[in-house]
C-alpha cells in the first residue's frame, strides 16, 4: 500500500497482519480524496477505524493540520506507529486505542471538533446509522463524513439527523457514503 499524493507521495505503507482488517486500495481511497478535494488542507481529520492508518496518513500527506487515528486492535495501533515514525509525523497527530464508542466519548469530553471523518468498520458492523449520530458533538456545520461499506449496506438517516448523505460511489464490492453535517 502507498501514499498516493502530496509531501509522502509514493511512499510505502506496512500494513496490518490480520486477515479481519481489509485495507482500501489505492484507487478506492485516491477516489476518495478526489472526491473531497481541497477539504482536507488545514483540516481536523479523525480516522476512527484506520487499521494501518492509510486514510489519516493520506490526509497528512495531503496537507491536514491534525489528524486523530484509532482502532482498538493492538497490532493495528503498532503499525500506524510504525508509519508514523518512518514518515517523520509524531507531531500533529494522537493515536488512541479503544473501541469506536469510547473514542468518540474521549474526543467529545476532549471538545475535539474535527472537518472529516474516515469510517472504515469492520466487515460485520451494522450499527451504522448509530455510528453516524454518536458524532454529532464531534462535528461542525459542514463537516464531511466519509464511509466505507459493502455496495449493499443502505444508510437510512433519522429525518432529524444533524447529516444527510451527500452522495455515494461504488468500487467493486465496497460503496463511499459521503455524508455531510448541515
Known amino acids: 500500500m502507498r501514499i498516493i499524493a502530496g509531501k509522502f507521495r509514493s511512499r510505502t505503507l506496512k500494513m496490518v497482519p490480520s486477515e479481519s482488517t481489509r485495507e482500501t486500495s489505492d484507487k478506492v481511497r485516491g477516489a476518495v480524496f478526489n472526491s473531497l478535494s481541497d477539504s482536507i488542507l488545514n483540516a481536523r481529520v479523525l480516522d476512527l477505524f484506520a487499521g494501518s492508518g492509510s486514510y489519516g496518513i493520506e490526509s497528512i500527506s495531503r496537507?491536514?493540520?491534525?489528524?486523530?487515528?484509532?482502532?482498538?486492535?493492538?497490532?493495528?495501533?503498532?503499525?500506524?506507529?510504525?508509519?508514523?515514525?518512518?514518515?517523520?509525523?509524531?507531531?500533529?497527530?494522537?493515536?488512541?486505542?479503544?473501541?469506536?464508542?469510547?473514542?468518540?466519548?474521549?474526543?467529545?469530553?476532549?471538545?475535539?471538533?474535527?472537518?472529516v471523518i474516515f469510517l472504515d468498520p469492520p466487515y460485520d458492523f451494522k450499527n451504522y446509522e448509530e455510528l453516524i449520530e454518536s458524532l454529532t458533538l464531534i462535528t461542525i456545520n459542514g463537516s464531511m463524513i466519509c464511509l466505507e461499506v459493502h455496495k449493499d449496506t443502505k444508510l437510512t438517516l433519522n429525518h432529524s439527523s444533524a447529516f444527510s448523505v451527500y452522495k455515494e460511489k461504488t468500487y467493486g464490492i465496497k460503496k463511499i457514503i459521503y455524508i455531510i453535517n448541515n
Open 63 to 115: 496537507g491536514s493540520k491534525f489528524t486523530v487515528f484509532n482502532d482498538y486492535k493492538p497490532i493495528a495501533v503498532m503499525t500506524i506507529k510504525e508509519n508514523l515514525i518512518s514518515l517523520g509525523v509524531l507531531d500533529s497527530v494522537e493515536v488512541i486505542q479503544m473501541d469506536y464508542q469510547k473514542a468518540v466519548t474521549h474526543l467529545i469530553d476532549k471538545n475535539q471538533l474535527f472537518d
